[in-house]
């Protein structure tokens, strides 16, 4: 196996902006507003197509059944099956982002057939003025918020937060969310899932119609009182080795991840399972199997299982693992 590159999946929201072209320098189709790009999914709603080497053009679902735990981990094969766990994107956001939730496994597995949505959010760029929805005020009650909703009253529900670059948000299924001002250049990971309730949208409209809520889901899934938690650069632990420094942003259930800033040469052993590098910022090299390759800020490599890789250069990287 080698490190594969998948084609970007871009994808257009009324949300979105140029903030992929302007700040990571991709090559946007047309003139539109794109607020997503889907860097590695085996979700059918996005699929993902490698775009180097001998694989080109395979889709990530076809050398996932092909090459199973060759490709991903033996432990992965036995704790998920066929279901490839993780979904790693880019977001813009120059425009309120619609109020939503997300469910847990249990609930998502048993009513949408599909993973519950635990996800994290990684600030690579904020403006000044950049503010969150996370979180319900600790005040409202379950009592309250349908009272409030059931009126389409949706005033002071909300807790708001603002948010700088390198914060890093942990935004567990049940924890309400979404944007209110500013613009915000995110790295989401999260697990392999497309399902999101949608409970308050501004009342915008979509080709002159306002887009669907899911009230009623929302409440079955949402968790009162639920606090978010935020890091920042600041107050993270940090590690020298070697070269690099290295951040941990999170040891969870459903992943793990790590923030590495690399100036000079780090030598990242290989690990039982596979990893994905989101490359942040920066440019530089990776190297494995004696095959070179030139990395820069927004593109992303996924790492095959047992696969050691030597990085060089100046790099902000989120590594992210099971």
């Known amino acids: ?52 080497g001998e694989l080109e053009g395979k889709s990530l679902e076809d050398i996932f059944k092909k090459y199973g735990k060759e490709l991903v981990g033996e ?81 002071g529900l909300f807790n708001e937060v603002r948010v700088k670059k390198g914060d890093f948000i942990d935004v567990k299924p049940g924890v309400v969310h979404g944007t209110l001002e500013g613009s915000i250049l995110i790295c989401e990971i999260q697990q392999n899932s497309d399902t999101t309730y949608r409970i308050y949208d501004f009342d915008r409209e979509v080709n002159g119609v306002k887009r669907e809520l899911h009230l009623d889901k929302a409440m079955d899934v949402i968790e009162f009182g639920k606090d978010v938690e935020i890091s920042s650069e600041a107050s993270r632990e940090k590690i020298k080795v070697q070269d690099a420094t290295i951040e941990e942003l999170i040891r969870g259930e459903y992943f793990s991840i790590d923030r590495l800033l690399v100036d000079g040469v ?55 693992y099971i």
């Open 1 to 52: 196996m080698y490190l594969l590159k998948f084609k970007k999946n871009l994808v257009e929201k009324i949300w979105g902006g140029r903030g992929f072209e302007i700040t990571l320098g991709f090559q946007l189709p047309t003139d539109e507003l794109y607020g997503e790009s889907w860097e590695v999914s085996c979700h059918p709603a996005g699929m993902s197509y490698v775009e180097n």
């Open 266 to 320: 780090f030598q990242d052993e290989s690990y039982k399972n596979f990893k994905i590098y989101s490359i942040l910022d920066g440019e530089g090299k990776l190297k494995s199997n004696e095959i070179e390759y030139e990395v820069k800020k927004g593109d992303t490599y996924f790492i095959p299982a047992n696969t050691s890789v030597t990085i060089s250069g100046k790099l902000e990287i989120m590594k992210s």
């Open 75 to 155: 432990e992965i094969i036995e704790k998920y099956g066929e279901k490839f766990p993780l979904l790693i994107k880019y977001l813009d956001i120059n425009d309120k982002l619609s109020v939503q939730v997300h469910p847990s496994d249990e609930y998502a597995l048993r009513v949408e057939k599909e993973f519950g949505k635990s996800e994290v959010w990684y600030v690579m760029e904020a403006s000044s003025d950049a503010k969150l929805i996370l979180g319900l005020k600790k005040e409202i009650t379950s009592e309250i918020y349908k009272e409030k909703v059931d009126k389409k009253d949706f005033s």
